[in-house]
């Protein structure tokens, strides 16, 4: 029957993609045995228990597969004192018990006592929820024993081997467990036997007469020791010493110190030997590079040239794992060329850049000062949109909601500004600076100093004051105002004539004649023997008496005029 096999179940796959996304290990540390209350069934990866759990032990072995790489292969053991039931469902467990992995199989009794019961659990890691891993039944996968031992020793050399393997327990070769000869005996061609007690004891010998040898020798003044002919090779030599055939004592440029101690140095003749790790005082160093700063720095020097004193330090701060950097000196004079390296917490604190691209978010913080004549560019072109298409520059965000937008605008066909939109906070401001010189804003303009109009080759200015002035040319709009050449000089004149009007106007008003009468009649006698008689200056004629001859009984009637002027009755013509 080929219908059996495992799977990794729904919660041990939600354990991977945690694993994964922590970088951390799942750890497969038991197994457990179960009937599935005595029905055959098939895997479900929805399961987070067995159906009827009867055993739970510990993993004996837990490998990688040698002939499929994708396979884990865990080794389970049944103990003779457990039993009395049969065996369908399997399972593997986390370290906190969680079910990771399940398998169903062939029916397997399993009796109580003096029966020990071997299962070898194949499971595909790299499984996903649509794929399992069907794996080979029988002995292939779950191991029966049931036999008696003392069975198998009448039954020959074959049937003993094919048990021995059955149990796993195979001849043994170099990188795997398993039966090996002994011998009392060293031969370094020999791969297939093991060495006894006594034959390490020959070894032993050797060794212990080696090491008499070098404690023999005495350290030179220098400290170090000679190891004569137990190393006649020739040693690299270093800057600090010519001799030939000598090892280095322990703290040498730091190797082999329980704690570093640190040390001052200037940074500009130093020599930085290959693998030297040291710890530097910076505050007490000197010709300190400016981006190393005080304090303690780990020093590992990966490679130098002592004739040209270049070499490549590797700096790490002591307090502050995240400050890295790596240092070149290229030759005696020239200083030092230093990499950060730094994580994304200390990434916002400091960022060298020479060069080079940067892509997706981008987060700044404090004054940065960009210096060099080329442009700051900024491109990508959005789509078109009621005839428009928009590149945005830079956008400046305020508290809340409130921003300020700087982008480029094409009006396809008719013009393309620069434009700026303040918006949110009640209210929203567009302004544009087009390509034909016009300025073109959706509200009022206010100006703290004076603003120049020039146009057709006149020039005003308005002044703060609220004062417009002609600057240039001979044809201010102001000039018909009897050649003014300001809005002051205009308005001015404007006033003067319109007071002198009004004053007019009011006077004539005021003396306005209302109505007009003649005064009382007088009379002026003129007898025939009165002479001349002239009626009064300012009087007007109105009639006469005469009564036949002219005698003594003639007379002439007058009166004046009168008109009515501001509340009262003149007389015209008279003082």
């Known amino acids: 029957m080929d219908d059996f096999y495992s799977i990794i179940t729904n919660l041990g796959k939600k354990l991977e993609i945690e694993a994964l996304a922590s970088d951390s290990t799942i750890r497969l540390t038991q197994f457990v045995i179960g009937d599935a209350s005595g029905k055959a069934i098939a895997p479900n990866a929805a399961q987070t228990a067995l159906i009827n759990e009867k055993y739970r032990g510990d993993i004996s072995a837990l490998v990688q597969s040698s002939d499929q790489q994708s396979q884990l292969m865990a080794k389970l053991v049944l103990p003779p004192e457990i039993g009395g039931f049969t065996v369908r469902e399997i399972g593997l467990l986390t370290n906190s018990g969680e079910l990771y992995a399940l398998a169903n199989c062939a029916a397997i009794e399993k009796p109580k006592g003096g029966v020990s019961v071997h299962i070898q659990f194949r499971l595909a890691v790299s499984e996903t929820a649509n794929i399992s891993l069907n794996v080979a039944t029988g002995e292939g996968l779950f191991l029966r024993i049931d036999q008696a031992l003392e069975e198998l020793a009448v039954q020959g050399p074959e049937t003993q081997q094919r048990a021995r393997e059955a149990l796993a327990v195979l001849e043994g070769e170099v990188g795997k467990r398993g039966l090996v000869e002994l011998s009392n005996t060293i031969d370094e061609a020999d791969d297939k036997t093991a060495a006894t007690p006594k034959a390490l004891s020959s070894v032993k010998s050797v ?13 030179d003044p220098k400290g170090n020791i000679q190891l004569g002919s137990a190393a006649d090779a020739e040693l690299i030599e270093s800057e600090e010493t010519s001799a030939k055939g000598q090892v ?62 270049s070499c490549t330090v590797l700096f790490i701060d002591k307090a502050n794992m995240a400050r890295i950097y790596i240092g070149l000196r290229s030759s005696k004079t020239n200083g030092w060329k230093l990499l950060t390296i730094a994580n994304q917490d200390y990434v916002k604190n400091y960022l060298p850049l020479i060069g080079g691209n940067i892509t997706g978010d981008l987060s700044i913080s404090g004054t940065h000062t960009v210096s060099g004549r080329s442009y700051i560019e900024k491109s990508g072109v959005g789509l078109v949109f009621d005839n428009q298409r928009q590149t945005n520059g830079l956008r400046v965000t305020g508290y809340g909601n409130l921003k300020a937008d700087i982008f480029h605008l094409e009006n396809i066909g008719h013009y393309h500004c620069l434009g700026i939109h303040v918006a949110n906070g009640g209210a929203t401001g567009w302004f544009e600076f087009r390509n034909n010189g016009e300025f073109v804003a959706n509200g009022s303009g206010y100006f703290g100093g004076n603003v120049v109009l020039n146009y057709g080759g006149q020039s005003h200015s308005l002044q703060s004051n609220g004062d417009i002035v002609e600057t240039q040319g001979r044809g201010s709009v102001f000039r018909a105002f009897w050649n003014a050449t300001t809005l002051q000089q205009a308005l001015q004149h404007i006033t003067n004539r319109a007071n002198d009007a009004w004053n007019k106007s009011h006077d004539a008003q005021v003396n306005r004649v209302q109505d007009i009468r003649l005064s009382g009649i007088a009379y002026l006698y003129a007898g025939r023997n009165t002479g001349r008689s002239i009626v009064p200056e300012g009087a007007v004629f109105i009639g006469c008496d005469v009564q036949g001859e002219w005698d003594n009984n003639e007379g002439f009637y007058y009166s004046y005029i009168q008109k009515f002027i501001n509340g009262n009755w003149v007389t015209v013509g008279r003082a």
């Open 207 to 219: 060794a212990d007469a080696a090491a008499k040898s070098v404690n023999d020798k005495k350290p």
């Open 248 to 309: 280095l004592t322990v703290g040498d440029f730091g190797l082999g110190l329980k704690q570093s101690q640190p040390i001052s140095i200037d940074f500009n003749t130093y020599v930085f030997h290959n693998g030297a790790h040291i710890l530097l005082d910076v505050s007490n160093c000197r010709n300190v590079p400016h981006i190393l700063t005080g304090g303690h720095l780990y020093a590992l020097c990966i490679g130098n040239d002592h004739e040209q004193r």
